[in-house]
């Protein structure tokens, strides 16, 4: 009988912890946002010669699509965000930092580079550009209509 009773009481315990995981499970859900976007419909906005952006954000973190022209520039510049540079087509010549030198590397179609948080790096589109990147945590600097002083600089 006690076995009995224990047992019960502890699926009855158990029971309650899930019932309530659940609730919580479901009310997070509930006020979390889901978003949708298409690239192809959003504009594009200019932000420096021969650079078009097209850009949004989730609660955490951004994604960007960089059309860069051949010769367009982004300039040094660091941000205390995390950076993750996919090249989708083209290729870019990128000046950073890697063990404490500042490095020029060539990243192109199909590659990826990683900048961590306010490692300086700037670009040069070699030819015609499509990058896409993404920002942890949102680039806060980008949420106002004024450019950053650094993309003032590629104008």
């Not at 205390?80 to 950073?96: A, C, D, H, L």
């Not at 192109?108 to 920002?135: M, Y």
């Amino acid at each position: 009988m006690k076995n009995t009773l224990a047992a019960v009481a502890v699926t009855a315990l158990f029971a309650s912890y899930t019932a309530n995981a659940q609730v919580n499970t479901v009310d997070s859900i509930a006020t979390s946002k889901v978003q949708h976007f298409n690239f192809d419909d959003m504009e594009s906005e200019t932000i420096g010669k021969g650079i078009k952006r097209k850009w949004f954000h989730g609660q955490k973190g951004q994604m960007t699509i960089f059309n860069l022209e051949k010769d367009a520039h982004i300039p040094w510049h660091k941000h205390p965000n995390e950076q993750i540079t996919y090249i989708m087509s083209g290729k870019v010549k990128i000046k950073t930092i890697i063990d404490g030198k500042e490095t020029f590397v060539e990243v192109g179609a199909g590659e990826v580079i990683v900048f961590p948080e306010n490692i300086p790096h700037e670009f040069w589109a070699l030819e015609k550009t499509v990058d896409l990147d993404v920002h942890v945590p949102i680039r806060q600097d980008w949420l106002s209509k004024e450019l950053p002083e650094y993309l003032k600089e590629s104008k």
